[in-house]
């Protein structure tokens, strides 16, 4: 059996190849960025640990993974991981079962330490209300402590998000299902992605691309609009008579 492989915020790209000289691949391209990357066959598939600190999520039945420098921010090393696999070793499954894989998932995420991150400019809301409000807006966070009925999970949308933070991590899992394969009462396919950044780079990918090289120059004046966002859109919501999780916090970007 392959050996795991460890994936974490910053990783330097170096020490990752001496670790797994026979697993990882890597390949420079322009303008200078470093890409390294495993993928293993659909019959072995592999496992990865997510390391953040001292908290560690294993993933199991994973296709592959992805990792890239920026050579603006070298100093930061590997500044995002993308990591790729199924609810499972086989091809197919039965809804109900990949929904209770992945609510097992959901768990294990939030045993190891993670807690929940709302988008800085979207209402802080919490379960039915959230899943309510992702059925309007495909970029909304569900809510990762709310346990889908088999009914609530086959009315998801496609690339439905949850989003975690952790220290100075950031954690994001999307939710793909073939959409050819919807009938409850047959098989289906489900893939699952976690993207993971450090806080420097969830602050640039706050401010965009165009502002990305000036991103802590950029970054106040787009948390305010984020807020004043988020304002709104939450009074609206409490004019309907919908609940505001008003304990929710934004973690701070260092």
């Known amino acids: 059996m392959p050996e795991a492989i460890e994936i974490t915020p910053n990783q330097p790209g170096k020490a990752l190849l001496a670790r797994?000289?026979?697993?990882?691949k890597s390949l420079?391209?322009?303008?200078n960025v470093n890409f390294y990357s495993v993928d293993w066959p659909r019959n072995a598939l592999g496992t990865v640990q997510i390391k953040t600190g001292e908290h560690v999520i294993t993933i199991h039945d994973v296709l592959g993974i992805s990792g890239s420098d920026d050579p603006n921010f070298a100093s930061e090393e590997i500044v995002e991981w993308h990591l790729y696999g199924g609810l499972g070793s086989e091809e197919e499954i039965a809804h109900d079962v990949a929904r209770q894989r992945f609510l097992s998932?959901?768990?294990?995420?939030?045993?190891?330490?993670w807690q929940r991150y709302q988008g800085r400019g979207h209402p802080r809301l919490k379960g039915s209300a959230a899943l309510r409000y992702a059925l309007n807006s495909r970029v909304y966070a569900l809510d990762p402590d709310y346990p889908l009925s088999l009914q609530e999970w086959m009315s998801m949308p496609d690339d439905s998000l949850w989003r975690f933070h952790l220290e100075n991590a950031y954690l994001t899992l999307t939710l793909t299902r073939d959409a050819r394969r919807k009938d409850v009462s047959k098989k289906g396919a489900y893939f699952i992605k976690l993207s993971l950044v450090d806080a420097n780079e969830e602050a640039r990918r706050i401010v965009g691309p165009e502002r990305r090289a000036d991103w802590q120059a950029a970054l106040p004046e787009e948390l305010k609009l984020l807020k004043q966002d988020r304002e709104h859109t939450e009074q609206l919501l409490k004019q309907q008579g919908v609940a505001i999780d008003e304990s929710y916090q934004d973690p701070k970007l260092r």
């Open 28 to 31: 420079n391209r322009p303008p």
């Open 105 to 113: 998932l959901l768990q294990a995420i939030r045993n190891a330490g």
């Open 20 to 24: 797994y000289p026979h697993q990882i």
